[in-house]
């Protein structure tokens, strides 16, 4: 079956520590890798990732792809408060049609 | 703000009602797709659309039911309703169906809270 996990569940850190956020995935079929960040509801796009070992950096964020391994991760750097949010890892499923098969989420708490 | 819109914002209901949630995609996209978000999870793909015809379906029950017009937008319906349905629905939009992986761009969503 076609599954996303996400690692850690929660997390809680300061301001200005570095996180990780891990996904790894078995998907058939797997045509991207995308990252979303939900604080309220709808989820906002982060990356889409289709290359391995190909990092995507936007301000504190980047993340990277190992397709060979099945796993990507999600860098912040320098928290900040704003960053507290959940963050979803989704694959691209495409079989005749095309359906995100997301992760449960990763929740961040940043504190001051 | 991504130009898809849903409507209403909340609503409740009580077990065995029929409820309609409406998307509107963002301008020039001619998919949409509906997830299912309960607490604590990750949202769940229900189905799909794709010039006014289902394109996909998840593990969703029959009582799932949908339509897309020709302006783009879609339904969700949902008959018989049960407390697990209680959840955040969200519709997402894109450009492309089958064979492209475009980015999907959702709307705020509908929490649906079934008593």
């Known amino acids: 079956e076609d599954k996303v996990v996400q690692s850690p569940l929660s997390l809680v850190v300061h301001e200005g520590d570095t996180v990780t956020l891990n996904c790894s995935y078995e998907v058939t079929n797997f045509r991207s890798l995308l990252w979303y960040k939900q604080e309220k509801k709808a989820p906002t796009f982060l990356f889409m990732l289709?290359?391995?070992?190909i990092e995507k950096k936007s301000g504190r964020l980047s993340s990277i792809l190992d397709k060979k391994e099945l796993f990507s991760i999600l860098n912040i750097t320098a928290t900040q408060t704003g960053d507290s949010a959940i963050y979803l890892c989704a694959v691209w499923f495409s079989g005749g049609y095309n359906k995100l098969i997301f992760g449960a989420g990763t929740r961040l708490a940043v504190h001051p | 703000e991504t130009g898809v819109t849903q409507s209403p914002t909340h609503l409740i209901k009580t077990r065995g009602q029929q409820v309609t949630l409406r998307c509107s995609s963002q301008s020039g996209h001619n998919t949409v797709s509906w997830y299912q978000q309960a607490l604590g999870q990750g949202p769940q793909f229900i189905f799909q659309?794709?010039?006014?015809?289902?394109?996909g379906r998840g593990n969703f029950p029959p009582r799932f039911s949908g339509l897309q017009f020709p302006n783009y937008s879609s339904e969700l319906n949902v008959n018989a309703l049960e407390l697990d349905d209680s959840a955040l629905y969200l519709c997402?939009?894109?450009?492309?169906?089958?064979?492209?992986?475009?980015?999907?761009?959702f709307g705020p969503g509908t929490r649906l809270t079934v008593l």
């Open positions: 997402a939009s894109s450009s492309l169906a089958g064979g492209s992986a475009d980015t999907q761009y």
């Open positions: 659309y794709y010039r006014e015809e289902e394109n």
């Open positions: 289709t290359s391995s070992g």
